[in-house]
């Protein structure tokens, strides 16, 4: 069973979103070669409370994809070399995104998105077979007891209680 997550899949909360996208596959399309991957490591962002999101700051140029339909990619650079690749969620003009922090294979988002080779332009695009990077349902079942949550990584910034929210989710199989 291969089935495309539609935008109706994303339309929902970042937190419910992100804990449902493990066990599913990341797959890429080059020309006719096509690679999928198992979704193992995300983390959600959840508006503009939230401080560790780029919503906290308020919408600028940068961050506008999160602010628009769910299902589409929001890519931004970091340290001016890793391309981040996060996918909006919840209904339009909520700014909410999950990063894809690992797959089965390459654990990291820099790491991910090199080797998927994800770059801006897939900025504000949306996640279908026609941009050539979508996320399909293959018919994996991850139990709850199968997935352990933390901390989000690399967000001390945002201050004790944001740092700490259990908003990673990774799978432990």
């Known amino acids: ?46 508006g503009h409370l939230d401080r560790a999101s780029h919503a906290s700051r ?5 961050n506008k994809p999160m602010w628009g339909s769910p299902g589409r990619f929001y890519v931004y650079l970091v340290y001016g070399m890793h391309n981040m690749l996060n996918i909006v969620t919840g209904p339009k003009d909520y700014p909410a995104a999950v990063l894809i922090r690992g797959v089965e294979g390459l654990r990291g988002p820099g790491t991910l ?6 770059d801006r332009t897939l900025n504000n695009k949306k996640a279908d077979k026609k941009t050539g990077l979508w996320v399909e349902d293959r018919g994996v079942m991850i139990q709850k007891k199968d997935i352990k949550k933390g901390p989000r990584v690399g967000v001390r910034y945002a201050g004790p209680v944001w740092s700490k929210k259990p908003y990673r989710f990774l799978f432990k199989g």
Do not use: P
């Not at 998105?113 to 994800?118: C, D």
């Open 58 to 62: 308020g919408k600028t140029e940068r």
């Open 1 to 46: 069973m291969r089935k495309v997550l539609s935008e109706k899949f994303f339309a929902r909360d970042a937190l419910l979103v992100a804990e449902e996208l493990l066990g599913k596959f990341l797959v890429r399309k080059y020309g006719e070669r096509e690679e999928a991957h198992m979704i193992t490591e995300v983390e959600a962002y959840d």
């Open 113 to 118: 998105t090199k080797a998927l080779r994800v």
